[in-house]
Every structure is written in structure tokens, then in C-alpha cells.
């Protein structure tokens, strides 16, 4: 079974612009998670989808980023445009439950460097 | 006020000893999970262990175990027979109501396993 992916691994970009990053849970997994981790600090929820809804985007920092999940498959999450503070690593996790259980299994991480 | 705090600087221990990585927590919720995650030097975060507020039992998954005591809302993670492959950082984190809600997380332990 293809654990969760996250394309790209790295993404350098200039302030201003726009990055769209994306992710695939794995099959059959409802719920999708993005966090993020800005150096040094704690791992922070960003938002959640069940499906093709999303169920909780309390953590979303404000309109520059907007995330996308068409048909319930794969995710998009864009920054547009991108401040030197967006830089960090993006988590994107993916559960279904099991005996009640929702353990969230995460993807490799995108590293975005806003220079 | 933090949800969950680990205040432990690097942890160091010496390959086939026992070591314990601690986590509180803090919620108002009867409902809540705690989860523990390493994240080896390569980036991805790798799901290690659940404890459910209503388990009755500790936690156990192979040489990991959790120390829960919820009186004293602890969730300590017990590595025994250390290995050079445990080094890593170890983050808790908590999920409060329903099962398939964000997680929040501490900021991390290192853990360095010594030959």
C-alpha cells in the first residue's frame, strides 16, 4: 500500500509568488490534514477534509492560502502570493478509521524556502 | 496555555538501556486521544503509538510503551532496548473530541542513542 505522497519535495520561490503544493493520501483514506512547520517551532494544524469538505480550517493563517480537494482524491494547497514567512515545511496526513482509531498517517514534506 | 508541553532539552542514552521521553497535556475534553510520532534525520513522520482517554490499559506497541497516568495528565513514551536507529525527534500530540480531529503537538524531544 503507497503511503501519502507530497510533490514537490523542495520548492524555492521569490516573495510574491504563487506555489501550489500538492498531496495524495493514501487510497481510500476520507479524512486529509495539512500542518505546517515554520523553523523551530511546534508542528501547527492548518486545515482538515473529509472527503471533498472541509471540516476545519481553523488554522488557515489568513486568504493567502487556499486549499483545495477535488473529488475527495488528492489535495492542493496554494500561497499566493507567498511572504517570507510562509517559508517552512508543509505536512500533509491522511487517516480512516480503524477499531475507532484515526491514526494520522503523514506524507514527506514539502520544504518551502520564500527568499 | 499549552496543550502540550515537552520541556525535555536533548535526551541522550546509551544503545540497549530503557529511556522515557516525557509529555503533559492539558485539555477539558472527557474525550481525547494521545499519539506519539518520531521523525528520523530524513523528515517524514512515522506514527509509533496511541493512547485513548478511556483505555484502561497503557499503550504498547512492540519496544514502545505509554506511561498514561491521567491524573497527573502524562503521557510518557518508554523506549526500551534502545537502538542506534532511534535517534530522532519525538513528538506527543493530542487529539481532543471526535476521533478524526486535528492533532496538536509539542515541540519535540530529540533523542541521541549512544554506542
Known amino acids: 500500500e503507497a503511503g501519502v505522497t507530497q510533490f514537490p519535495s523542495h520548492s524555492v520561490i521569490e516573495k510574491g509568488q504563487t506555489v501550489t503544493l500538492r498531496c495524495d493520501p493514501i487510497?481510500?483514506?476520507?479524512?486529509l490534514y495539512w500542518y505546517r512547520r515554520v523553523m523551530g517551532k511546534e508542528i501547527k494544524f492548518l486545515l482538515h477534509f473529509v472527503k471533498e469538505s472541509k471540516q476545519d480550517e481553523s488554522g488557515m493563517p489568513n486568504n493567502r492560502f487556499l486549499a483545495e480537494r477535488t473529488g475527495g482524491t488528492y489535495s492542493t494547497l496554494k500561497v499566493q502570493p507567498a511572504e517570507l514567512e510562509d517559508s517552512g515545511v508543509y505536512f500533509c496526513a491522511s487517516s480512516q478509521g480503524r477499531d475507532g482509531i484515526y491514526e494520522q498517517y503523514f506524507g514527506p514534506g514539502t520544504r518551502l524556502t520564500v527568499t | 496555555a499549552q496543550k502540550i508541553t515537552q520541556t525535555q532539552p536533548g535526551m541522550f542514552v546509551q544503545e540497549k538501556e530503557a529511556v522515557t521521553l516525557d509529555c503533559t497535556y492539558d485539555?477539558?475534553?472527557?474525550?481525547?486521544?494521545l499519539f506519539w510520532y518520531k521523525q528520523p534525520s530524513s523528515g517524514e513522520m512515522i506514527f509509533l503509538i496511541y493512547q485513548g482517554s478511556y483505555d484502561q490499559q497503557n499503550a504498547t506497541e512492540g519496544r514502545y510503551s505509554l506511561n498514561f497516568q491521567k491524573a497527573r495528565k502524562s503521557a510518557n513514551l518508554v523506549i526500551s532496548a534502545s537502538q542506534l536507529g532511534d535517534s530522532a525527534m519525538y513528538f506527543c500530540?493530542?487529539?481532543?473530541?471526535?476521533?478524526?480531529?486535528?492533532?496538536?503537538f509539542g515541540k519535540g524531544i530529540t533523542l541521541s542513542v549512544r554506542p
Open positions: 487510497s481510500g483514506h476520507d479524512n
Open positions: 500530540a493530542m487529539r481532543e473530541g471526535a476521533a478524526n480531529s486535528k492533532l496538536t
Open positions: 485539555t477539558s475534553d472527557p474525550s481525547y486521544g
